[in-house]
């Protein structure tokens, strides 16, 4: 079966703008958490959505924002980018949220790029 | 909170040697721990997981890890790696309550010589 799919895999985005990404779960799967991931900071958890609702969010400022539609699919958007935002982002999704013995599946990540 | 630290930021080994990465976590309450792997440019892949039982768990391409509760470790270990093996490695802790996302430690670079 198809596997997590991340849109786009490359970004170059302006300082100030704002860039929406997409991840498309494994088909079934009804939760999707998304993470950043930097040299220096590592992977750090961003939220996680399940049937179209927020149930977690890590320490973000309000700029990073996302949603979940009724197919699972979900969205992230970064808004007023800043230099730090340069980052892969990746998504995972799961079939359930909060079991810890359903595996989390990742896509190969987007790569955001702030110039 | 739960937290987690991988001692050693890079190990690189000779192929065939065996390899262990360490993993510390901290948790205030019951703790289910897992190892991920990415190879470049690739995400993340589940080696193994602990959730209960054995304290020793296998996982995929001959690795395996040990939860240590005294000592709050898991570290991961193969007795002989492959030139294949040499990738990215994520210790993460979920931890239970109504709080299930993974915390990840800071990752270990394995890189296996010739």
């Known amino acids: 079966k198809a596997g997590v799919t991340q849109t786009p895999r490359y970004l170059i985005k302006t300082r100030g703008q704002q860039v929406t990404l997409s991840c498309s779960p494994i088909?079934?799967?009804?939760?999707v958490s998304w993470y950043q991931q930097t040299p220096g900071q590592g992977l750090q958890f961003l939220f996680e959505?399940?049937?179209?609702?927020?149930?977690n969010k890590g320490n973000f400022p309000g700029r990073f924002s996302g949603r979940q539609f009724s197919n699972s699919r979900s969205e992230m958007n970064v808004s007023t980018l800043e230099l730090g935002d340069s980052a892969l982002y990746l998504c995972?999704?799961?079939?359930?949220?909060?079991?810890?013995?359903?595996?989390?599946?990742f896509g190969q990540g987007t790569r955001l790029t702030v110039v | 909170a739960q937290s987690v630290t991988q001692l050693d930021s890079q190990v690189p080994v000779f192929e065939e040697a065996p390899v262990e990465l360490r993993c510390n976590y901290s948790?205030?309450?019951?703790?289910?721990l897992f190892w991920y792997v990415q190879y470049p440019n690739q995400g993340l892949q589940l080696l193994l997981k602990?959730?209960?039982?054995?304290?020793l768990v296998k996982g995929i391409n001959g690795f395996e890890a040990e939860f240590n509760k005294s000592q709050t470790s898991f570290h991961l270990r193969k007795p002989s790696v492959h030139i294949s093996d040499t990738a990215e490695y994520f210790c993460?802790?979920?931890?239970?309550?109504?709080?299930?996302?993974?915390?990840f430690g800071k990752g270990t670079l394995l890189t296996v010589n010739p």
């Open positions: 995972a999704s799961s079939l359930v949220a909060g079991a810890p013995n359903t595996e989390a599946f």
């Open positions: 088909s079934g799967h009804r939760s």
């Open positions: 959505y399940f049937s179209e609702t927020q149930r």
């Open positions: 948790s205030s309450v019951s703790v289910y």
């Open positions: 602990y959730l209960s039982g054995s304290t």
């Open positions: 993460a802790v979920m931890g239970g309550g109504s709080n299930y996302k993974l915390t």
